[in-house]
């Protein structure tokens, strides 16, 4: 119960994190040299650990906000309140069964009581009170990034906004959109009656930052409420009697509605009505392709569709000038289970835009990731989460051989990573060199290793030869002659024992 309460309470919602209240009464203790020798060590969290001990008993220190105990004491009675063996019982007994939100128990808690029966969301919830404070941090962190890089706002944002992330999160990305825009969620009595409102110019301290927004087929079919909503917010921020120098997405709609009409207004775009994702995977799976901009061209054709209030227009000349102004690109990485080089996903459709928008503006827009992981969110660059990424699954001996202990699909999953590397370097330059270097050492110059690979599946391992051959030819990899031949040679033995 301690565990998962940290897990829990160390996440910002209604309330301050744990963690943080914790630190700022140890350091109202404490002053000059002693702060010094504090440095945020691990005693912080067992003090927590104490603390919440403290709190299961009932015993709620003054400092802590008022409600703090009884928000914790609902809590763990909801946990002790599961009865899922009585729910399966009067399930089969064809009774009625009190429904409940299914998810993460640490980023939701009120999963609990168990069972009950679960459903996947609810929309009316999104985004919901946590996804907000964190959407917020994430838009100050984005344009602070950017301002102190660049030494000026972002006018443009593109933002990759996926269904089962907003489904996790509750909605972070949403929430992410709001605050760039320069608004936020009204509430009002009830979960129907969520509303939005402007933050005047004057509280927000910035420009209202543009946004350009890519979705997936997923989100179009489950959320389609909430394009609505995004396009809503959209439409308000244009129509603002403010300056187009504070407010870019009325200075944007202004330059562009002569020429594109009611489609300068498009903020959010996505595949065909019956599409769920792009035609660029494939190229390179297969490795059909020459040139990169074909990878462009692919990826445009898929997401050129402008999702407006009830409407689906396919229109590339929207979506090209909505790209050419983009000065930032961003995803946000939810949990711990996936990495971005474990799913094309991620260099399909993040990967993807940045190509496109490089290819519409002339230059590379930031490509940053946002990192909610933990109980902080964070911005980290997308080479740096890459090499993350790289370095604890494709080069951690653990992990590989955590993989091929399947039989078959092990060494299939180390060859997925490899591609997804390839991926990504194709479509945002951000792979180091020695990610590849290290990948070939570790999975076929090592002779154990390479051993061990072909026993588990000896057509991944010969394809793990071909996609770093591939690499190289394409320039994406730079290595020795003699290095390069050594591994041709190694291919064409591997390909030979298979046969």
């Known amino acids: 119960m301690v565990d998962y309460l940290l897990g829990v309470l160390r996440i910002e919602r209604e309330y301050p994190p744990i963690l943080k209240i914790l630190d700022s009464q140890e350091e109202n203790k404490k002053t000059g040299e002693e702060q010094l020798g504090k440095i945020k060590d ?21 400092y802590f906000p008022e409600g703090y105990g009884k928000y914790v004491k609902e809590i763990i009675g909801n946990i002790t309140d599961s009865r899922e063996a009585e729910g399966l019982l009067n399930a089969l007994n064809g009774q009625y069964i009190m429904p409940c ?19 996947a969301f609810d929309p009316r919830q999104i985004p919901t009170v946590a996804a907000e404070a964190r959407g917020q941090q994430a838009a100050e962190l984005l344009v602070k990034s950017y301002l102190e890089k660049h030494g000026q706002y972002p006018q443009r944002v593109g933002i990759v906004l996926w269904g089962f992330e907003t489904l996790k999160t509750g909605g972070d990305t949403i929430a992410t959109i ?13 979960a129907w009656f969520k509303n939005i409102e402007v933050i005047p110019l004057k509280e927000l301290g910035r420009p209202r930052i543009d946004v350009t927004i890519t979705i997936c087929g997923i989100f179009r079919d489950t959320l389609a409420t909430h394009i609505d909503f995004i396009n809503r917010a959209v439409r308000r921020v244009t129509r603002l009697e403010e300056d187009p120098e504070d407010n870019y997405p009325r200075k944007h709609y202004l330059e562009d509605a002569e020429e594109l009409g009611d489609l300068a207004m498009a903020r959010v775009f996505g595949p065909a009505p019956t599409e769920y994702a792009t035609s660029m995977r494939t190229r390179v799976e297969t490795g059909k392709w020459e040139e990169e901009e074909e990878l462009v061209e692919s990826y445009q054709d898929s997401m050129k569709y402008a999702y407006q209030e009830g409407t689906i227009t396919e229109s590339e000349e929207a979506f090209n000038r909505a790209l050419s102004r983009v000065d930032m690109v961003t995803q946000e990485r939810d949990n711990t289970e996936y990495e971005v080089t474990d799913l094309d996903h991620y260099y399909e459709f993040l990967g993807g835009l940045s190509r496109t928008i490089e290819n519409k503006r002339g230059e590379k827009a930031d490509v940053l990731v946002v990192d909610s992981t933990e109980e902080e969110v964070r911005v980290e660059g997308l080479s740096q989460t890459i090499q993350r990424a790289t370095r604890t699954r494709l080069l951690n001996p653990a992990w590989i051989d955590g993989m091929l202990n399947h039989e078959f699909h092990g060494a299939q999953k180390l060859q997925d990573n490899l591609e997804y590397l390839l991926g990504f370097a194709a479509t945002t330059g951000q792979v180091e060199n020695w990610l590849f270097d290290e990948a070939a050492d570790k999975l076929l110059f090592d002779e154990e290793m390479r051993k061990k690979i072909l026993e588990n599946n000896p057509y991944a391992a010969v394809k793990m030869g071909e996609t770093l051959l591939e690499t190289e030819r394409r320039g994406y990899w730079e290595v020795d002659e003699e290095k390069i031949r050594e591994l041709r040679d190694l291919v064409v033995n591997m390909d030979a024992e298979v046969e």
């Open 101 to 119: 939100r299914g998810g993460d128990p640490i980023r939701d808690p009120e999963v609990y009581p168990t069972g009950r029966a679960m459903y």
């Open 178 to 190: 709001l605050a760039l825009l320069g608004m936020r969620i009204k509430h009002q009595k009830g």
């Open 42 to 62: 691990n005693q912080l969290e067992e003090d927590a650990k104490k603390l919440i001990k403290s709190l299961i008993e009932g015993n709620v220190p003054a």
